[in-house]
């Protein structure tokens, strides 16, 4: 009997997840590690037809990296703020950081260049950059639909409010959790940019969802698990969920069985710290749809 195993750190992987037979995707992409099937595809095409975002060289995008303060200001000063562009400074950075101070943007956040730049921070820029540039800002009339509403400092509340109620920003699980302290990458920025974009425009920004179930295709339940590892791992309303507490190892992983389907197509939600493996005996196509911290946006 064939089989699958997917193997991960803490993910859920939702009822749309099915064994394809045969499967087409477009060709025609910018980067060659950003297929027209990923999930952030269109909206990284966007970012990079616009001068926004740029790859790393060799005709790479790398979009999983992980977004720094600096490589987020710089999308936000080249699309908003080039005007107040000066001479290049040591690092290649430098002059986008001066507009942005210039621009008064980095009020209210904890951004630094080189490390990493969080969620709150995140929406502290984009909610700096909607009041300079006159935006109507509408906050949550109900702050409820924040599952971790009551953890976020009083000093991004507003900007969280704004961010998460306009579209720019959305909860990293079906719970609405807003995770401020999470990290993303930069795939997740180009979607988050390109919601920002939409909103000062005056539309109203969508989030990219999961393919529709093609015909023919096999919807996973728990009647398709082989096995199943990890000490909260389990099949519950439609959802598989791997988790293992303790990372020395493999972590959660499960086993599907194979029924002649070759292709794996599935949403991953509560993507924090989400290490995947696929392990198989043949060459097979994925095309993942991710909502999450890791993941989505």
Request: net charge negative; aromatic share 10%.
């Given at each position: 009997m064939k089989t699958r195993r997917l193997a991960a750190g803490a993910l859920s992987i939702a009822l749309a997840v099915t064994m394809l037979s045969t499967t087409?995707?477009?060709?025609?992409?910018?980067?060659?590690?950003?297929?027209?099937?990923?999930?952030?595809?269109?909206?990284?095409?966007?970012?990079?037809?616009?001068?926004?975002?740029?790859?790393?060289?060799?005709?790479?995008?790398?979009?999983?990296?992980?977004?720094?303060?600096?490589?987020?200001?710089?999308?936000?000063?080249?699309?908003?703020?080039?005007?107040?562009?000066?001479?290049?400074?040591?690092?290649?950075?430098?002059?986008?950081?001066?507009?942005?101070?210039?621009?008064?943007?980095?009020?209210?956040?904890?951004?630094?260049?080189?490390?990493?730049?969080?969620?709150?921070?995140?929406?502290?820029?984009?909610?700096?950059?909607?009041?300079?540039?006159?935006?109507?800002?509408?906050?949550?009339?109900?702050?409820?639909?924040?599952?971790?509403?009551?953890?976020?400092?009083?000093?991004?509340?507003?900007?969280?409010?704004?961010?998460?109620?306009?579209?720019?920003?959305?909860?990293?699980?079906?719970?609405?959790?807003?995770?401020?302290?999470?990290?993303?990458?930069?795939?997740?920025?180009a979607v988050v940019m390109s919601r920002l974009l939409e909103v000062c425009s005056g539309g109203t920004p969508s989030t990219p969802s999961a393919p529709e179930k093609p015909s023919g295709s096999l919807t996973l339940t728990n009647d398709n698990i082989l096995y199943i590892k990890g000490d909260a791992s389990k099949y519950e309303d439609g959802v598989f969920h791997l988790y293992n507490s303790g990372f020395e190892g493999t972590g959660g992983y499960i086993t599907f069985n194979n029924p002649g389907y070759s292709t794996l197509t599935f949403t991953v939600f509560e993507g924090t710290g989400v290490y995947i493996q696929f392990i198989t005996q043949w060459v097979f196509n994925l095309n993942a749809h991710c909502v999450g911290s890791r993941c989505g946006a």
């Open positions: 087409a995707f477009a060709a025609s992409v910018k980067f060659t590690d950003v297929p027209s099937s990923h999930w952030a595809s269109s909206s990284i095409s966007e970012m990079a037809d616009k001068g926004i975002m740029s790859g790393i060289g060799n005709n790479l995008f790398a979009p999983s990296n992980t977004l720094t303060g600096a490589e987020f200001v710089t999308m936000i000063v080249r699309h908003f703020y080039e005007d107040k562009l000066g001479t290049e400074g040591e690092k290649w950075y430098s002059e986008f950081m001066d507009a942005a101070k210039s621009a008064n943007i980095l009020t209210g956040t904890n951004v630094t260049a080189e490390g990493t730049i969080n969620r709150y921070d995140m929406a502290q820029l984009m909610y700096n950059v909607l009041k300079a540039e006159g935006i109507n800002t509408t906050p949550l009339s109900d702050t409820s639909k924040v599952a971790d509403w009551a953890s976020v400092p009083s000093t991004y509340q507003d900007a969280v409010s704004v961010c998460y109620n306009m579209g720019m920003l959305s909860g990293v699980d079906n719970k609405g959790t807003f995770n401020g302290t999470g990290n993303m990458d930069r795939a997740q920025a």
